[in-house]
């Protein structure tokens, strides 16, 4: 029998409004913790406010909820379906010869469409909400006003040291370790130039850039050629690194585009790679998350029993958590090909749970 169309919406209304209920009190929990673990990081900062505080779990919640939105379906998905076996709908809707999968159609189509919205919309906004957190985060904890990025015409980045300012160009990243080619560097006090320096080659070593055979110019013009130069930095390979790696900060649209600009500029793209991915499959592994959370909620025992059985639910979902991290670290450190740890989880997951589902309807 054909799913009817009023059973459909039913179905699928129950289920986004379980997602909004859940969804507020998570939200709220998640916007408290990180409130009050920003604010005792900031108790030694004398510069950093309790609003400030507020405001970067604010920029940060958006990128918290991504990471929670699966836990979110889960739970939303389980309540639908505890609830409506509980009021006697299931097993009236399979007397009328309506299987599980029809049943669990509605369910799985909005969740596949939470998913992408999540990806296409939710996460542009998630990113540049998070870039503006980083942005704090780096001024409050780390006193750095350094700015970094990476553009078609190469690496910029702009340090500030006891009064001077430096913005260092680089057409080109030769390795990982920051060895540089093509370097040009703008000395400013204030606003007055001081100096720039052209250099074939420089790379990054701890408390200096190191600048081979540079050519200084003077503001009147004049040029001189040096064998060495260093200039003081508090900047580190791991922070650049960590900074331009941080695909988080990314919008999805942007991906595409940054990764080919980290490539054409020498620097790794996995993690990037991965991350791209990741999303991609995100609506899937959501598919997934239904269709376990339909094999501990469609039959439940009458009496007692019930809460084991959601117990044993919601640990499964935190498994599934726990394995896709686990498959991600290894798909960031290059380990496992990005797209194989990205997409085996949903994948694997869902098979699982197929198999459990085509079990309970065969029996």
């Not at 750095?144 to 160009?169: C, E, F, K, M």
């Not at 013009?221 to 790696?245: D, F, W």
Request: charged share 15%.
């Amino acid at each position: 029998m054909r799913l009817p169309l009023t059973l459909t919406l039913y179905i699928g209304r129950r289920f986004l409004q379980y997602v909004g209920i859940v969804t507020v009190p998570v939200a709220g929990v998640a916007w408290l913790v990180d409130s009050v673990e920003i604010s005792r990081r900031a108790a030694s900062r004398e510069a950093m406010t309790f609003e400030n505080a507020l405001e970067m779990a604010t920029y940060k919640l958006p990128h918290v909820m991504e990471d929670l939105i699966p836990f979110i379906v889960l739970l939303a998905a389980m309540i639908t379906f505890f609830r409506l076996t509980r009021d006697s709908e299931l097993p009236v809707i399979r007397a009328a010869g309506i299987s599980i999968w029809q049943f669990a159609l509605p369910v799985i189509v909005i969740a596949l469409l939470i998913g992408a919205l999540r990806v296409t919309a939710f996460n542009p906004i998630s990113a540049a909400l998070y870039t503006r957190y980083d942005q704090l985060s780096g001024i409050f904890f780390h006193g750095r006003p350094n700015t970094i990025a990476l553009s078609s015409t190469g690496l910029w980045i702009r340090q500030a040291d006891a009064g001077t300012t430096s913005i260092v160009h680089a057409r080109r990243v030769v390795t990982d370790e920051l060895e540089l080619s093509g370097v040009t560097v703008f000395n400013f006090a204030g606003d007055r130039f001081i100096s720039r320096i052209d250099a074939p080659t420089g790379r990054l070593e701890p408390g200096a850039w190191i600048l081979d055979r540079p050519t200084v110019f003077s503001p009147d013009g004049m040029a001189r050629r040096m064998g060495e130069i260093r200039i003081p930095t508090t900047l580190t390979t791991e922070r650049i690194q960590g900074t331009l790696s941080s695909p988080e900060t990314v919008s999805f649209w942007d991906l595409p585009a940054f990764i080919r600009l980290l490539e054409s500029s020498g620097f790794r793209t996995i993690r990037h790679v991965f991350h791209w991915h990741r999303l991609v499959a995100s609506p899937f592994l959501l598919v997934a998350i239904v269709l376990v959370a339909a094999t501990f909620s469609l039959r439940l025992p009458r009496r007692g029993g019930a809460a084991i059985i959601l117990g044993i639910g919601i640990g499964v979902g935190f498994a599934i958590f726990l394995v896709s991290n686990i498959v991600a670290a290894f798909g960031r450190g290059g380990i496992v090909p990005p797209a194989l740890a990205a997409w085996a989880p949903p994948v694997i997951w869902s098979l699982l749970a197929t198999a459990s589902l085509l079990h309970l309807e065969d029996g």
